[in-house]
């Protein structure tokens, strides 16, 4: 089990008192989290929810966290050695704005005070229960505040902010009360003197940001070629500092002593990173300044925290708190790194499973010997820890041997299936294989086609696929999988392909395509290297195969006619199905390169109707009966076709929340839908039913959970389909004798008639996804996995969802195994 | 309790509890709306909350397990949730119903009661019984039929 916390937006060192050295860290994942200094553990963590941007994080009187979130609409306080929430309050205020926390060390009342901005308001609260003091609203309409001050040792507070004219603002507050003492504006055009900023550039191109810091003095401009630092002296007056060309980031500032700030700045040269810590008012002197190896995997360093300690000699040290560009967390202290998070995976786009390779038989001699002496030592250690003559180390290095060399954790395959590598890509565009056994990272890749460069500006990731699984012919291959990304955010950008060899984590190809990807396909054919042949579909309905051999061309064109695909248009609620033609023509041709024809399309009424789920079958699914026998001897046959699509849509007004509709204005209706010829298999309604809809296809029937708003309750409901034109094969002598069409393939072109039985059940909870399980031969049942809302895995035998329950059963169908009609699915862990 | 969190909507809002287990939530438009709790180790019931349009701050509540009205909003867990197996606690009939506990309770039967069967028998029986089996060897079906 593994907590992970995502890339960290603000961290707070708490490093006080002697005892737990602590970080609390909020997140772009909006997880606020409290880790351990010294080994980077997580103490407590909570995660908000999903519309919660935390805002800002501060510790007060040295035992609170308080945490800004929602836009500056909730102030909480939690404890800080455990994360209990102590208290929270919800301020408003007229208007969006800027959200600041600041803490303060007044005293009204008795009580320390918070002053908040936020919602345009100026809040003071308390923090001890978090009432509000006092509160101030700025006559002034279009003020954007951008700082809140209080000059150390007053009782007063500055407001700065800027008003619509370009006017300077700054409001002087008592702190006590909330009564404003002084307001002065100056109109910009005052500034003595406006250096462009173009001369200090010189002759460098591109954009210029400037880098936001909180350093008084000094400031940084980023263009793409080099950062530059510019120091403000005398009267508006600005001085280039320095120019490099590297990477650099630079911290926020930290008072060390009296009246003096620090601040850190980390550049990137290679393999190396350097951090420097200088002063705040004298640039050219090093307070600090080490080099350190970085693991180039790692990316370019994105955010630095830095936080002081007084070394024994009374000079000051400095730690800093690094973040990386594949969200990966690490603190450095004294030149080195020590300790390392990977939070990247906290935000995973898309997992698929690898094997393993397989065991070799036989250990050579030589390795055995040359693994004597650890051998012995191990021996020695575990009478030692039978004799109860070992030390706590001694007990720790036991545990380890165990852990290593236990089944779980061995890197090649087992029996039955159970240890696989599991391949995740995540937001940052980084590829990490994780092991079933044990949940280690066994190698991580930052992928090159989805870094951040010129020709590519905002790369995403998008799925993953399957690209070689070598079986038969090329068994000493490595497996491999296929990363589909794109260079922007809009569907016709153009996207980027990674092949990374599954084994290792080599990216050995990665290309940039001159088209979009729309849908990526994956056919049923594999040439002789196992290579699985992929359409990928671009914006324009042109469909490129990959890869670009000979050899693909010639197994594709012998399949040409029998690729069929589709589409689902979300927004306008249409579902085209396709065919390819002839190759296609246009300044992207290649004789790789397809068009396509639409073969049908259902067109649904949209102001009745809205999408919101499909799903379909896994490719890998194995369906191992054909038959269903049911009570009676009777056999019915089921209907399985790979084709099968199944979309569910609600009515538009009922598209949004649970609960912002009444029952009578919103329905649900499911349709099954076969793909290749468009023929809509079965459709279903369910009045006062709304979405969120999670839904599982497998085998012949579909599993879908939604909210039922007239009993508000959520509900599972099963629809199951049957194959009728093979029902007249019941005869024995038929089967032996005469001609039938058992054996037929299913194909979509034969209009079979299909019946379907369905049924519904309340279910209590609220679902964030749904899957079923695998079974390799068909023995074990089938069971449901429910992910539930409170991050818990549910598995639900799938003989719950039979259609056929009812109330009463007969005694041929108890014998059969069916469950007596209840109206809710009962939870019971056991079973 | 600090791991307890309480969930409106399917998601929408999460909010925590205090130390006092108080838990709030602002805005929340008139309507409908579902209150639930993830706290692990704990079944809660889902919640059924009417925000009454016509009289702001009015609050209804209910239970959609059983139906149940809540006069205030105070939830509390339906039942504990079992993760494991409950393992079966000791009991003498177990180990006695255990095969083993069978076959020493009919081997201790049949030493018992065996000698009270022969003991009726008259001794001219007996012998007679005795000499058959010694000249038989192997006691047949029809020499232990009586008669």
């Known amino acids: 089990h593994q907590q992970y916390i995502g890339k960290v937006k603000q961290a707070v060192f708490h490093t006080h008192k002697t005892g737990r050295k602590r970080v609390v860290a909020s997140t772009e994942q909006n997880i606020i989290a409290t880790l351990d200094l010294r080994s980077g553990e997580i103490f407590w963590r909570h995660v908000l929810g999903p519309n919660d941007v935390v805002d800002g994080i501060d510790i007060a009187l040295g035992k609170y966290v308080i945490t800004l979130s929602s836009g500056g609409s909730i102030l909480r306080a939690w404890n800080l050695p455990d994360g209990q929430m102590v208290w929270e309050s919800s301020l408003h205020g007229p208007k969006h704005s800027k959200s600041l926390l600041l803490t303060t060390n007044l005293i009204i009342e008795k009580d320390n005070a918070l002053i908040v901005f936020s919602n345009g308001r100026l809040n003071a609260v308390s923090c001890i229960d978090g009432e509000v003091l006092w509160k101030k609203d700025f006559e002034e309409e279009s003020l954007e505040v951008q700082q809140v001050i209080q000059p150390p040792g007053s009782d007063f507070i500055y407001v700065v902010g800027f008003a619509a004219s370009s006017q300077f603002q700054m409001y002087k507050i008592n702190a006590k009360n909330g009564e404003l003492l002084k307001h002065e504006s100056t109109a910009f055009s005052g500034r003595s003197q406006q250096t462009p900023v173009s001369n200090l550039l010189e002759d460098s191109p591109g954009l210029a940001v400037i880098i936001h810091s909180s350093v008084t003095g000094i400031f940084a401009i980023k263009t793409d070629a080099a950062t530059i630092f510019i120091r403000v002296i005398g009267e508006g007056k600005l001085e280039v500092v320095e120019k490099t060309n590297h990477e650099t980031v630079v911290s926020d500032a930290l008072s060390i002593s009296e009246g003096q700030q620090a601040f850190a700045l980390v550049q990137h040269a290679g393999s190396n990173i350097h951090l420097t810590v200088k002063p705040a008012h004298d640039w050219d002197s090093n307070l600090l300044k080490e080099s350190i190896k970085m693991d180039q995997q790692r990316g370019f360093v994105h955010k630095v925290f830095i936080n002081n300690y007084i070394r024994t000699d009374r000079s000051h040290g400095f730690r800093a708190l690094i973040v990386m560009e594949d969200h990966s967390l690490l603190l450095l202290q004294q030149g080195a790194i020590v300790w390392s998070r990977e939070d990247g995976l906290a935000s995973i786009i898309d997992v698929t499973t690898s094997e393993l390779p397989v065991e070799k038989a036989g250990v050579s001699v030589a390795k055995v010997e040359l693994n004597l002496f650890e051998w012995l030592k191990g021996h020695v250690l575990k009478l030692k820890g039978t004799l109860m003559l070992a030390t706590p180390e001694d007990i720790a290095a036991i545990q380890y041997m165990r852990l290593k060399s236990s089944e779980k954790s061995k890197m090649t395959r087992d029996h039955n299936g159970f240890r696989k590598l599991l391949i995740a890509l995540t937001r940052a565009g980084k590829l990490f294989a994780l092991h079933t056994g044990d949940g280690r990272i066994v190698w991580s890749h930052l992928l090159q086609s989805l870094h951040k460069s010129e020709s590519c500006r905002q790369p995403i990731g998008l799925n993953l696929h399957q690209w070689q699984v070598p079986h038969h012919h090329a068994l000493d291959e490595n497996p491999s999988v296929l990363v589909v990304g794109r260079c922007g955010p809009s569907s016709d950008a153009l996207g980027v392909l990674s092949l990374v060899d599954s084994y290792t984590g080599k990216e050995f190809s990665s290309l940039r395509l001159v088209h979009s990807v729309a849908q990526v396909i994956p056919l049923p054919y594999t040439d002789s290297t196992e290579q699985r042949l992929h359409l990928l579909i671009d914006a324009d309905k042109h469909a490129h195969l990959y890869p670009k051999t000979h050899e693909a061309i010639d197994i594709f064109q012998s399949e040409f006619s029998n690729v069929y695909w589709y589409s689902v248009d979300d927004d306008n609620g249409i579902i085209k199905g396709y065919a390819l033609k002839t190759k296609c023509s246009g300044n992207v041709a290649d004789e790789f390169c397809f068009d396509s024809r639409e073969l049908w399309s259902i067109v649904l009424p949209s102001e009745s109707e809205k999408i919101i789920t499909t799903a379909t079958r896994k490719l890998n699914e194995a369906v191992h009966t054909q038959a269903k026998l049911i009570a009676d001897q009777d056999v019915m046959y089921k209907y399985i076709s790979s084709n099968l699509l199944f979309v569910a849509t609600v009515a538009p007004k009922a598209s949004g929340e649970i609960g912002s509709v009444t029952p009578e204005e919103s329905w649900l209706v499911v349709y099954l839908i076969d793909t290749v010829t468009g023929r809509v298999l079965h459709r279903m309604t369910h009045h006062g039913s709304q979405g969120p809809v999670q839904a599982v296809l497998s085998e012949n029937w579909v599993v879908y959970h939604y909210f039922n708003l007239r009993a508000h309750r959520y509900e599972m409901s099963v629809i199951e389909i049957y194959d009728q034109s093979r029902a007249d094969n019941k005869d024995v002598w038929k089967l032996v004798v005469g001609n039938h069409n058992l054996t037929s393939p299913v194909s979509s072109y034969s209009r079979a008639e299909v019946i379907t039985k369905s049924q519904s059940y309340f279910f209590t909870h609220s679902l964030k996804a749904i899957a079923v399980t695998l079974t390799v031969k068909g023995i074990t049942s089938k069971q449901l996995l429910i992910g539930t809302i409170g991050d818990q895995v549910l598995a639900l035998d799938k003989r719950f969802l039979d259609p056929r329950r009812s109330v009463n059963p007969t005694q041929a169908e108890r014998e059969e195994g069916i469950i007596p009609l209840t109206d809710s699915l009962p939870i019971i862990p056991q079973v | ?147």
């Open chain 2, 1 to 147: 309790m600090s791991n307890v969190k309480v969930l409106l909507n399917g998601g929408q809002n999460i909010t925590f509890l205090r130390p006092d287990g108080y838990f709030s939530f602002h805005n929340i438009p008139a309507g409908t709306h579902l209150i639930e709790v993830s706290a692990i180790g704990y079944f809660f019931s889902p919640v059924r909350v009417d925000v009454s349009a016509r009289n702001p701050g009015k609050v209804q509540a209910a239970l959609t397990e059983n139906r149940k009205g809540l006069s205030e909003l105070v939830l509390e867990p339906l039942r504990e949730e079992q993760y494991y197996e409950i393992r079966e606690p000791f009991s003498i009939m177990s180990l006695l119903k255990s095969p083993m506990g069978l076959m020493v309770g009919f081997m201790l039967a049949v030493a018992f009661l065996m000698p009270k069967l022969v003991e009726n028998m008259d001794p001219e029986e007996m012998r007679r019984a005795q000499e058959e089996m010694r000249s038989q060897g192997v006691p047949s079906l029809s020499s232990l039929l009586p008669g």
